[in-house]
């Protein structure tokens, strides 16, 4: 075919049901009918291009007939046959202008308009005043007349019933004959020539049949009473006549197809005999398309013949007109071209030929390039002259399709013609490179969709990897992993703690778009403070890229001053939602898809005391500022301080001051070898004994969560004294002292002294101490794990004590938070021995 | 433990909720469509069912038998309606093994052998409660004997069904007595009335047995038979059928009196009995009474075209129709009717044929007409079959010939009537309806041979081109007679040529030869094709022939009548013809010996269509002033 069809949208009605074969029929004026296998009928206006009118029926309803004049029509659902006239009801309706704006009215059809009570009708057909339903029993098909009611009369008069044998269904398996039932059989009625005198008498599914034919079909009977003849194409393959107006007429089985009928029409008109097709045509969904000619062959006699073809199917649909068959595979729409061009007038000879050449040329029907046509409503010619079909595609949407108009001048300008043609080959290679393009971009996209997948899946599989092996002490550092930084920052006079989070991609591999950065923040003591909700609070962020070796900062404000309890868990996941795959239409389709995620955790930190510790620039000591609290908690805390400072000094070795007596203390004490070993290396290479203290102090400090580095600064602690004057995020003062002290010189009883190092805290806040210690006890511990293996038997024996000592501290910690009231700790001081 | 008797109660509660529910509908003056009327009976017999198999999920009970009968009763009479009968007879016999079990203890085979089963179980009965109930069933088992003619079986019961009418017809007097008294809600009610089924049932099976024998040739047996029935009690149109049947066994036995009496008292009981007019209408054929004939054609016609007629008998009470039961094929062959138009073509050929031409024009006029009304033809007359969908239904009657035929057979009459210019556009109508499919050429087999070897020439397209040839060749005759009538020789001879052009095409074969023109010497059979169109050409040369003498050219016109007196040698008016023009041609001797040939009486011809008659359309010959010619000519 040359040029394009144009496709023009005129509506939308939804998806439609696959089992049913839609139905669009042309009405009153430009009003259509449209059956999508609901309980529905659409009147559509198609010069206004909107519904007009909805008809609720009872049941699914099957097929829809008109009158003649084209007043009433007939509707067939699963309860029976309705006759309606959807002009009366328009003018109904219209006068109850109330729900205009809220799109077409619906109207319900009730049983009053009910004059059939048949049930199970797959078609129906109108032949002057008889009604003919075809509905399916259990072993038959039945074929039913019923005379159309009289205006005043409410219910139609059987007039008799034709039945043919089902043939078996063995043909067929169970699920195709339950989807068969649903098949709407083919109805038609040929009229003879002689029959109507006038073309414009027909309506939908009459055809006029060149006289010689139809007597050779139907026989000298039925074209002598003039009787019109019901064409019958059944879902079991078979073609059945009837004459309707013969004595003693009955179903005739005309031909069988094998295959499910899917359109009968007549077609083919010639200049010879204007308006009186000379082909019947039958084609089966498979593709087989059988015509019916009348063969002339030379010196015989007519006969009628039955020239059976295949055509690409599946045949989805069909629709005729004077010279071509249109079908639907679904995938295209085809035009297949009936006439006989170079049969007549040359010579009886030629006849043989051209009838061979007639079915050579339909092995070859020509694409319309139009897919997911599922319904056509007749060929029209538009005031142009252009062929126009109306479509009712899969996804129910009504089209209109305007064929490429047909060149009649084609020998007589070559050379016009070849230049008409090759622009039309450009077009239609224009139209090809479309379609191209855009399976390549499908492809592509499906192709980056994969790609996408495939990382996904690779870092999903690392992860749960690196989570497997959490239990043993990692070899190597996860390759993606979190780490973060505390930074006090003030605003609005307030002070409040900043969290960084640094997400490090060291894998191979790109966290692309569709992952999220999850961090869920919570404080350790929650979990045992039963009575309280958990605080736990969630951040999320979303990212794009993050390719090998990138790292992704984020900040999220982790407490203001004084409101939170730490020390806190921070645990890192990574989300991976499946919706971020597909593009958003796919996913709107896909409800279910849209809250699925996969989440695979990174790691927990835990950001304790001396992480947001705020160290003083200057080294003051100034005792008074630890009285500067307005709490009356803290006030009663201190006047009571005396009490229990006494029991916290009998832990400690060697008390504070006097001046600082109601301050509490608490000391840990650790080897020193075990330090150098571990520290001195990389902070202080001097090796002095100030700078052992010093570096501890500075790692204790400096040391983020997570490996990161704190936000503290080495200049800020005193390098003199080793003394660490902070405020912690309570705003009570504390006081970190890190000092030399050699065990051996007191204990006489050992001989090789061991050197220690101690670290004091000190502050008037017992949470403070509380807190400090447990962080420092964590750091320790942690050290005390990394520590080479060298020395082991001493170091066991550390860890040994250190790991009770631990919980109790987080223990201690955890319930001196919530009730500073019950003060009845006892902190122990661990030593190494 | 459960309650038995509260079950019971139960139980006969939604009995009879249910045959409450059947009655009404049948109550309800039939306003639901035949469709809804069967879907309410298989739900019913579902429900039935349902209940019947509640109650047989209990051990038998001495307690619950009569209801469980009763139930079972109530299941299997819709079961029947529904035409499952092996299904109600398996119902049936495992209801009676039950009941039997629960008050005897013993149980009763019933292997493959019903008939031994019954009667054993006919010697058991002794239990009177019992008793009653048993009879009921029987009566289902003899309604579905009946229904699927098993008539030597119910001869061997005919004695226990006898008596079994008696004690059930007692006994509904007694029931009637008793439920006037007893609330209904203490008895399980019953969809039929057991008596009203006994005395159906009996009825029933004396038609069908009358038509057996009738169809066995068992006329006087049959009649006896049936004159017992006409003493039972029966619903009208049953009635009328033992009339009817009474009617054709006289008619078997020769006795066409006594038959016309018996189907006139068939009509007088019921006035639907078509059948019996039909066969009236046969009786006075087969005395050669053709006025009385005609009249009861006539009768039959508008009885046939009445709404009424259609109306299938109904069984008013319950839901067992004689349809249902009255299924033997010889029954069906004895109350079948043709449809109206057929009644009409005959009542219009009878008219014809028997000097009442133009009755017969307006008989065949109205025949056309309705064949070209609006109404489609499939709805006929229903017989009592046709409330069964029966495929055949619509096969199996069309004794009416082809519409061609019809259109000449009418043409050949409204000729007769003197009006040749209705016949010309009859005649023209079928000419151009046949004329684009006459065959080139063809060949006549012998009818015999082509039976044996059963291929016939009329091809999957349903045209068969002898009879299309045959039907053309008519028309032109026709049209040539109308022209002859016109005196309009030449167009009558355009006409005839026409016709003998046509037929000169045929050739036959005979087996073992090569096909030939069919020539006079061959032995033509009546009513074959052959014959028919020996006889058209026959007829066709002698009116061409005619035409030529009124046309002078009397060589022509000898030969085409000595041609068609070979052909067609009992053509009385070549003969006549053709001594007419020897007559003129001065040949007078022949002339004589032609016409005292023509008047040696022939064998009528029987059988032929009515257009292939010699019509007295054209000029005649005044056979006494041949005599006189003949006499004036004197001795050779």
């Not at chain 1, 001989?751 to 000190?762: F, G, K, Y």
């Not at chain 1, 040994?800 to 001081?829: F, M």
């Not at chain 2, 139930?71 to 499952?84: D, K, L, P, Y």
């Amino acid at each position: 075919m040359e040029g394009r069809c144009s496709v023009e949208t005129l509506a939308d009605f939804g998806f439609l049901d696959a089992s049913f074969t839609p139905k669009i029929t042309p009405g009153f004026g430009p009003d259509l009918f449209v059956l999508t296998g609901s309980d529905e009928v659409y009147v559509f206006n198609s010069e206004e291009r909107k519904l007009t009118l909805v008809l609720q029926f009872p049941g699914p309803v099957s097929d829809l007939v008109q009158s003649p004049d084209k007043q009433l029509i007939y509707v067939s659902c699963s309860s029976g046959v309705y006759c309606v006239s959807p002009q009366l009801l328009l003018s109904r309706t219209q006068n109850h202008p109330a729900d205009v704006s809220s799109g077409p009215p619906e109207l319900q059809i009730s049983s009053d308009s009910l004059v059939i009570g048949e049930e199970g009708v797959l078609s129906l057909l109108l032949v002057g005043s008889v009604l003919l339903l075809l509905s399916h029993r259990d072993t038959l098909w039945l074929l039913s007349l019923y005379k159309t009611p009289e205006p005043e009369s409410s219910s139609c008069e059987l007039l008799g019933s034709f039945s043919l044998p089902l043939v078996s269904a063995a043909v067929c398996d169970d699920d195709e004959a339950k989807m068969g039932t649903r098949r709407r059989p083919v109805l038609i009625c040929v009229h003879s020539v002689s029959t109507s005198p006038s073309e414009e008498t027909l309506v939908n599914s009459h055809y006029h049949l060149e006289s010689v034919l139809f007597k050779l079909l139907f026989g000298v009977d039925a074209a002598l009473a003039k009787s019109p003849v019901v064409l019958c194409g059944l879902p079991d393959g078979r073609l059945c006549s009837l004459p309707l107006r013969l004595p003693g007429s009955r179903l005739r089985v005309l031909h069988s197809l094998e295959q499910p009928v899917v359109f009968v029409g007549a077609s083919v008109v010639t200049e010879t005999a204007p308006g009186h097709a000379q082909c019947l045509v039958a084609v089966g969904e498979q593709g087989r398309v059988l015509l019916m000619k009348t063969e002339n062959p030379e010196g015989g006699d007519r006969a009628a013949g039955f020239l059976e073809t295949c055509v690409p199917g599946p045949a989805v649909c069909g629709s005729v007109d004077k010279q071509h068959l249109y079908y639907s595979t679904g995938s295209d729409l085809l035009m297949l071209d009936l006439s006989e061009k170079s049969s007549g007038r040359e010579g009886q000879e030629k006849n043989e030929e051209s009838f061979r050449k007639s079915s050579a040329v339909v092995h070859s029907p020509t694409g319309l390039k139009v897919c997911r046509v599922s319904a056509l409503a007749g060929p029209a010619r538009d005031a142009t002259g252009g062929v126009q079909l109306l479509s009712l595609s899969v996804r129910g949407q009504l089209q209109k399709i305007l064929l490429p108009e047909e060149r009649k001048d084609l020998s007589s300008h070559p050379s016009a013609q070849v230049c008409r043609s090759a622009g039309d080959l450009l077009s239609a290679i224009g139209d090809v490179c479309e379609r191209v393009s855009a399976l390549k971009t499908a492809i592509k996209s499906k192709n980056q969709i994969l790609k996408h997948l495939n990382q996904v899946l690779n870092i999903s599989f690392l992860l749960i990897e690196d989570a497997n092996t959490e239990d043993q002490p990692p070899k190597q550092e996860k390759q993606i992993r979190c780490h973060t930084r505390t930074r006090w920052s003030r605003l609005l006079q307030k002070d409040s703690l900043n969290l960084t989070c640094v997400l490090e991609n060291s894998s191979s591999f790109i966290l692309e778009r569709g992952w999220t950065l999850s961090i869920t923040v919570f404080p350790v003591s929650s979990s045992l403070t039963a009575g309280k909700e958990s605080s736990s609070t969630n951040f999320s962020f979303p990212f794009h890229n993050l390719c090998p070796g990138e790292t992704l900062d984020v900040s999220l404000p982790l407490a203001a001053a004084g409101d939170a309890s730490f020390p806190m868990r921070v645990s890192c996941s990574l989300l991976f939602s499946l919706s971020s795959l597909l593009g958003e239409q796919e996913v709107t389709h896909l409800p279910g898809l849209q809250s699925s995620c996969i989440s695979l955790p990174l790691n927990t930190l835990t950001v304790d005391w001396l992480h947001v510790l705020q160290v003083d620039i200057k080294k003051t000591t100034t005792s008074h500022s630890f009285y500067i609290e307005a709490d009356p908690i803290q006030a009663f805390l201190n006047s009571h301080r005396t009490e229990f400072s006494r029991q916290v000094e009998t832990g400690g070795r060697e008390g504070p001051s006097k001046t600082e007596q109601e301050l509490f203390s608490a000391r840990i004490r650790v080897s020193s070898e075990l330090l150098r070993d571990m520290l001195v290396s990389d902070l202080n290479p001097q090796g002095s004994k100030s700078g052992l203290c010093l570096s501890l102090l500075d790692w204790l400090l400096s040391e983020g969560p997570g490996g990161g580095k704190g936000g503290q600064q080495r200049d800020k602690i005193d390098p003199s004294s080793s003394v660490v004057h902070a405020r912690g995020p309570n705003g009570a003062r504390v006081k970190l002292t890190a000092m030399e002290v050699k065990v051996g010189e007191e204990d006489t009883g050992k001989e090789d002294s061991l050197s220690t190092v101690d670290v004091e805290v000190e502050s008037s806040s017992i949470a403070a101490v509380c807190g400090l210690h447990h962080a420092v006890l964590r750091r320790i511990q942690a050290l005390m794990l990394s520590a080479p293996q060298r020395s082991a038997s001493t170091k066991r024996l550390q860890s040994l004590g250190l790991r009770p000592a631990l919980q109790r501290a987080e223990i201690i910690s955890a319930t001196a938070e919530p009730t500073r009231t019950n003060v009845d700790v006892k902190l122990k001081t661990v030593d190494e021995s | 433990m459960y309650q038995p008797t509260c079950l019971l109660n139960e139980w006969m509660k939604e009995n009879n909720e249910l045959v409450n529910k059947l009655k009404q509908q049948y109550g309800g003056r039939d306003t639901l469509s035949r469709d809804q009327n069967q879907n309410r009976l298989r739900w019913c017999s579902s429900e039935f069912h349902k209940l019947l198999r509640k109650i047989q999920g209990v051990p038998p009970l001495a307690d619950g038998t009569h209801l469980e009968l009763s139930v079972a009763f109530n299941a299997c009479v819709c079961t029947i309606a529904q035409s499952q009968f092996t299904d109600a007879e398996l119902h049936i016999t495992q209801a009676i093994q039950r009941a039997l079990q629960a008050t005897e203890g013993d149980l009763h085979p019933v292997a493959s052998d019903l008939p031994a089963f019954w009667k054993s179980v006919l010697k058991s009965l002794g239990n009177t409660a019992l008793n009653s109930c048993l009879l009921h069933l029987l009566c289902l088992q003899w309604a579905v004997w009946l229904a699927t003619c098993r008539l030597k079986t119910i001869q061997q019961f005919e004695v226990d069904l006898f008596s079994l009418v008696e004690t059930v017809c007692a006994g509904g007097e007694d029931d009637r007595g008793s439920k006037f008294i007893g609330r209904s809600s203490d008895t399980p009610l019953l969809v039929t009335e057991p008596r009203k089924l006994a005395e159906f049932l009996q009825i029933c099976t004396s038609i069908t047995q009358g038509a057996e024998r009738l169809a066995e040739g068992l006329s006087s047996e049959a009649l006896s038979g049936l004159q017992k029935a006409t003493s039972l009690s029966a619903p009208r149109a049953l009635a009328a059928y033992v009339h009817h049947l009474s009617g054709s066994c006289f008619a078997r036995m020769s006795c066409p009196q006594m038959a016309l009496q018996c189907y006139r008292k068939a009509l007088e009981t019921d006035s639907r009995c078509v059948c019996a007019l039909y066969q009236s209408m046969l009786i006075y054929r087969q005395l050669g009474n053709t006025q009385a004939e005609i009249q009861a054609l006539r009768l039959l016609h508008s009885t046939l075209l009445l709404p009424s007629a259609s109306v299938p008998v109904q069984a008013d009470v319950h839901p067992l129709n004689p349809s249902l039961l009255l299924c033997s094929q010889s029954l069906n062959s004895q109350l079948s009717v043709p449809s109206a138009l057929s009644v009409l073509h005959n009542l219009a050929l009878k008219c014809v044929l028997h000097e009442r031409v133009s009755e017969g024009v307006e008989y065949y006029l109205d025949l056309l007409a309705s064949l070209h009304s609006e109404d489609p033809h499939g709805a006929r007359t229903k017989t009592l079959t046709d409330m069964q969908d029966h495929l055949t239904d619509y096969a199996k009657d069309t004794p009416l010939p082809g519409l061609p035929q019809i259109y000449l057979e009418a043409g050949a009459a409204i000729l007769m009537a003197r009006r040749p210019f209705d016949c010309m556009a009859l005649c023209n109508e079928v000419i151009s309806t046949t004329v684009e499919l006459l065959p080139e050429r063809l060949v006549l087999e012998d009818p015999e041979e082509r039976s044996e070897s059963g291929t016939r020439d009329v091809g999957a397209e349903g045209v068969d081109k002898e009879a299309v040839l045959l039907w053309t060749g008519a028309a032109y005759l026709l049209l040539g007679h109308c022209h002859t009538h016109l005196k309009d020789w030449k167009q009558a001879v355009t006409h005839y040529t026409r016709c003998i052009n046509l037929l000169v095409k045929v050739h036959f074969k005979k087996k073992g030869f090569q096909p030939q023109i069919p020539s006079a010497d061959m032995v033509v059979k009546q009513g074959t094709n052959l014959c028919i169109l020996q006889r058209l050409k026959g007829l066709s040369l002698a009116g061409r022939g005619i035409s030529f003498t009124q046309m002078d050219k009397l060589k022509e016109a000898l030969r085409d009548l000595l041609l068609s007196v070979q052909a067609f040698p009992e053509c009385v008016g070549a003969e006549l013809w053709c001594g007419e023009v020897l007559w003129r041609l001065g040949r007078k001797h022949e002339a004589a010996a032609c016409w005292e040939k023509s008047w040696i009486t022939k064998s009528p011809v029987e059988d032929l269509p009515l257009y292939l008659r010699e019509l007295q359309s054209g000029p005649s010959l005044d056979s006494t002033e041949l005599r006189q010619r003949i006499q004036e000519l004197g001795p050779v």
